[in-house]
């Protein structure tokens, strides 16, 4: 159980277009998502939290015009990297908070490399 | 000081050593501990959570937290070359849902 996907895995694209990743909790809910960044050789960065049906909250020196967060569902959410430059390039990856009273585990995916030429 | 600081190893260590994994930490307002293993190119899986201080034992795993010194740990009992990843500490305050703050990771590499 707590199984979380994520679409791509890896994408490549050209400076300046957008690119869309999905993240998606696949045996249960989870009304909280959150979006990492992580460097190589660095630890997970924590850039937003998203909650269903509300605005994502995002963290100091993340640009929410840039990094565009939907969470549509209790169990989709996505994050848009849009006018993509090179230093965008990074692994993303997305957690889910199963829908648990008193617990903060969270299960991740398996993330998206992102390389923008 | 960072609020999280973990070793980044790398640690190379023998098939079937016991492996001692820590983390310090300088927020007293840290209740829930977790250690997550990520392979290469991977997202991170959940390990060990452990809420407060005390020990948890799951399998070969044991998560020790130890609030009064600030440190917590996971062992690895007779450590396999499956269990060659790189292990993030994690932790987040009491009352603040999903705010895990990481360490950098330990790599580790088990040689058979």
């Known amino acids: 159980g707590a199984v979380v996907s994520q679409h791509p895995s890896r994408v490549i694209c050209k400076s300046g277009t957008s690119v869309k990743i999905e993240c998606r909790s696949l045996d249960f809910q989870a009304t909280t998502m959150f979006w990492y960044r992580q460097f190589p050789k660095k630890s997970l960065m924590l850039m937003a939290t998203s909650n269903e049906g509300s605005k994502a909250t995002y963290e100091q020196g993340v640009e929410k015009d840039k990094f565009l967060i939907n969470h549509a569902s209790l169990t989709l959410s996505t994050l848009t990297v849009t006018s993509a430059h090179p230093e965008d390039s990074s692994f993303y990856i997305c957690?889910?908070?199963?829908?648990?009273?008193?617990?903060?585990?969270?299960?991740f995916g398996p993330g998206t490399r992102l390389t923008v030429t | 000081q960072k609020e999280v600081e973990q070793d980044p190893g790398p640690l190379s260590v023998p098939e079937g050593a016991i492996v001692s994994l820590n983390c310090t930490y300088s927020?007293?307002?840290?209740?829930?501990f977790m250690w997550y293993r990520q392979y290469s190119r991977k997202g991170p899986e959940l390990l060990m959570y452990t809420y407060s201080s005390g020990n948890k034992e799951d399998g070969r795993f044991t998560a020790q937290v130890d609030k009064s010194s600030k440190y917590i740990s996971l062992f690895i009992r007779d450590s396999q070359p499956s269990d060659s990843a790189t292990y993030l500490c994690a932790m987040s305050p009491r009352g603040s849902q999903g705010n895990l703050i990481f360490g950098k990771g330990t790599k580790l590499s088990v040689k058979p």
């Open positions: 927020n007293s307002a840290f209740q829930y």
């Open positions: 957690s889910a908070e199963p829908l648990k009273d008193g617990t903060y585990e969270q299960y």
